[in-house]
């Protein structure tokens, strides 16, 4: 099984089970993510961050745990764009070499307009949008360590 029907195999399975880890308030859904910290690695308690594709838009919020010497820097959710699949072409992509193993290429012009904020003492990163466009989108969670050590990951975020 190749890495694009692996992360849409698990974005479905994780689909059936979150299902109620989401609420419609005022119209906007709301999505909480917990980021987890544990033995010097970042990740999440649930491997994939799903969002309706609600008319009303949606808040997207992930929580890093309180206690664990580690916040979120400005830059700690960038929403880089649409995965781009390989029957998609892209504009911009033409002439680019292909993927290398484990990469995914994205549409950058896609990015369903998340607007980010830090909050609650840099433990917690907003991000809203009242334009939702479905599809699986890579996004970049940065923590910084006490110690001033940045890490991340990328999991995808599917709106559908």
């Known amino acids: 099984m190749n890495n694009m029907n692996r992360m849409t195999l698990v974005a479905a399975l994780v689909a059936l089970t979150l299902a109620g880890c989401t609420s419609v308030r005022g119209g906007t859904e ?4 917990d980021v987890t910290f544990d033995g010097g690695k970042i990740g999440l308690k649930s491997p994939v961050v ?3 594709a609600n008319p009303g838009g949606a808040i ?11 916040t979120f820097p400005e830059n700690g959710i960038v929403i880089e764009g649409s995965v781009v699949f390989p029957s998609e072409t892209v504009p911009e992509s033409k002439g680019q ?3 290398e193993a484990g ?3 994205v549409d950058a012009r896609q990015k369903s307009n998340f607007t980010c904020v830090l909050r609650e003492d840099r433990l917690k990163i907003a991000c809203s949008s009242k ?13 910084v360590r006490k ?7 990328d999991p995808p975020m599917v709106i559908m």
């Open 60 to 70: 997207v919020e992930w929580q890093l745990p309180a206690g664990k010497d580690v």
């Open 147 to 153: 110690d001033g050590q940045v890490l991340k990951v």
């Open 97 to 99: 070499p292909p993927n």
């Open 131 to 143: 334009t939702l466009v479905p599809g699986v989108y890579k996004y970049t969670i940065r923590v």
């Open 103 to 105: 990469s995914l290429r």
């Open 30 to 33: 709301l999505v909480r993510s």
């Open 50 to 52: 799903l969002v309706s």
